[in-house]
T-cell receptor, first 116, second 114 residues
C-alpha cells in the first residue's frame, strides 16, 4: 500500500516569513495529493490539492508543487500570519478502484507555529 | 448545508465497556471513511464503507472493532471491551459517489478510556 512521509514534524517561523513542508510517497500510481489544515480540537480541512497531471498550483498565499519522477510534493505558504498556526497534513490517494475510491493515506503531520 | 456530523464529540468509558461512535455524512454523500488519530500523530485509515457495504477494512484491528453503514441512519464505529490504548480521536469523513478526491471531515469524537 501507499506510504507517505512528511517533514519537518515541527516548523517555527516569524510572521511574514515563508514556510515549506515536504512529503514523499511510495506508490507511483497515486494521482491525487491534498493538503489539510487541522486546528486544535477540530477536524482536518482541505486547503489545496494537486493532481498528477499538474506540476504546480497556487491559491493566494498557498502553493503546492509536485514532482512525479521523484515522488515528492511540497506545500509553500508565503507571508505567514499567526492564524496560519496549525497542524498540516499531506496525503496521497490510493490508486485502486477508480474515481469512486477515495481512501487517502496521510503523512505524520507538521506543527506550524507562526510567531507575531 | 450541514457538514459531516459526528457524535458524541467526547466519550469517556471504563476499560471493558463498549464505545459507539456515530457519523452522518454530508447530504448526497454515500461513501464514509473512519480514521483514528492518536495524540500527536497522524490520521490512520481504519475502514471505508458505502451504504450497506464494507469496501476496505484493512486498517481496522481484527478484534473488538466493527463498523457499519446501514441503508438508513448514520455510520457507526463500534469498539467492544475498550482498553486504554483505544483512547484517541476518531474522525469520520465522507465523499460523493463520484469523487473529485476531497474527503470532508467531521469534527471528530474523542474517546477517553479510564
Amino acid at each position: 500500500g501507499e506510504n507517505v512521509e512528511q517533514h519537518p514534524s515541527t516548523l517555527s517561523v516569524q510572521e511574514g516569513d515563508s514556510a515549506v513542508i515536504k512529503c514523499t510517497y511510495s506508490d507511483s500510481a497515486s494521482n491525487y495529493f491534498p493538503w489539510y489544515k487541522q486546528e486544535l480540537g477540530k477536524g482536518p480541512q482541505l486547503i489545496i490539492d494537486i493532481r498528477s497531471n499538474v506540476g504546480e498550483k497556487k491559491d493566494q498565499r498557498i502553493a503546492v508543487t509536485l514532482n512525479k519522477t521523484a515522488k515528492h510534493f511540497s506545500l509553500h505558504i508565503t507571508e505567514t500570519q499567526p492564524e496560519d498556526s496549525a497542524v498540516y497534513f499531506c496525503a496521497a490517494r490510493d490508486s485502486a478502484g477508480g474515481t469512486s475510491y477515495g481512501k487517502l493515506t496521510f503523512g505524520q503531520g507538521t506543527i506550524l507555529t507562526v510567531h507575531p | 448545508n450541514a457538514g459531516v456530523m459526528q457524535n458524541p464529540r467526547h466519550l469517556v468509558r471504563r476499560r471493558g465497556q463498549e464505545a459507539r461512535l456515530r457519523c452522518s455524512p454530508m447530504k448526497g454523500h454515500s461513501h464514509v471513511y473512519w480514521y483514528r488519530q492518536l495524540p500527536e500523530e497522524g490520521l490512520k485509515f481504519m475502514v471505508y464503507l458505502q451504504k450497506e457495504n464494507i469496501i476496505d477494512e484493512s486498517g481496522m484491528p481484527k478484534e473488538r472493532f466493527s463498523a457499519e453503514f446501514p441503508k438508513e441512519g448514520p455510520s457507526i464505529l463500534r469498539i467492544q471491551q475498550v482498553v486504554r490504548g483505544d483512547s484517541a480521536a476518531y474522525f469520520c469523513a465522507s465523499s460523493p459517489p463520484i469523487s473529485t478526491g476531497e474527503l470532508f471531515f467531521g469534527e471528530g469524537s474523542r474517546l477517553t478510556v479510564l
